[in-house]
């Protein structure tokens, strides 16, 4: 997979899901996924361990991405610690448990799983919804429980968690800039424990002579970051002067179709 072309495609991909992500506030895994599924298939990976390796590098992409957003954010102000300390035990266990029951799961399950969720999120886009801010900031076992059940559908997912961590803060009456910045935040130890999850359960499936560690494909992540982190800020410079809106009903459009075409690749 060392050819030019696949690192043209992985540095293309790269630039795009940063784009994406920083335009509309939306980690890239959705993209990443399926696309990664699609080329690992094309270059021989057995479907029995096609859909792991995607999810393991596309969690690893994440590092650095969500490291670069939490930063931005902190910088701002704009992140509730409370919060964060809240929940950030329960994702790091609920992340952690999570690739352990990947790994014992079939390609097929997590790709209905994937799609699925990726129908919720993309339905969720696309008609805009909202939930109301309705009660305060929950005690701390409703956080540490809210962040179990974040971090572990992120990890089985491959999502840095905003899908769920904003809509969650919006209802827990956090304003939605700071619902956004602390989501960054918790973002940032799903995607760590998450790729080091991966790493130790794929171990057994490490071929160090085609750059796999564990359920992660080293190349691909470092060409992926690399373009991502340098066109994330260039999205965000865009997200007030291109339709948003409308972009993100396309975007969720374009999600749905991969997550479909991902399923039906692999049944």
């Not at 993209?31 to 969690?59: K, R």
Request: charged share 5%.
């Amino acid at each position: 997979m060392l050819q030019p072309e696949w690192i043209a495609l992985f540095l293309l991909l790269g630039s795009f899901v940063g784009f994406m992500a920083g335009l509309l506030g939306i980690g890239g895994g959705g993209i990443l996924v399926p696309v990664l599924t699609s080329i690992f298939l094309f270059n021989g990976i057995a479907t029995d361990h096609v859909v792991h390796l995607a999810l393991g590098t596309s969690m690893a992409c994440m590092v650095i991405t969500t490291f670069s957003s939490f930063r931005s954010h902190n910088a701002k102000g704009a992140v509730v610690w409370l919060a964060v300390k809240g929940m950030v035990f329960g994702i790091i266990l609920g992340t952690f448990s999570a690739t352990f029951l990947a790994s014992y799961l079939s390609s097929l399950f997590l790709g209905i799983f994937f799609a699925l969720f990726m129908a919720f999120v993309s339905s969720q886009m696309f008609l805009n919804k909202k939930p109301k801010p309705s009660r305060e900031l929950s005690v701390p076992t409703g956080l540490f429980a809210a962040g179990f059940g974040i971090g572990s559908i992120s990890a089985l997912v491959s999502i840095g968690g905003g899908s769920l961590t904003v809509p969650y803060l919006t209802w827990q009456n956090i304003e939605i800039k700071k619902a956004i910045g602390t989501s960054a935040a918790i973002g940032l130890p799903i995607s760590v424990v998450g790729t080091v999850g991966y790493l130790i359960n794929g171990w057994h499936y490490s071929s160090p002579n085609d750059y796999i560690l564990g359920y992660v494909y080293l190349p691909a992540v470092v060409l992926i970051s690399l373009t991502s982190f340098i066109t994330a800020p260039l999205g965000a410079g865009f997200a007030h002067k291109l339709p948003v809106s409308i972009l993100k009903k396309i975007f969720a459009v374009l999600l749905i179709t991969l997550s479909i075409k991902m399923l039906v690749s692999i049944m």
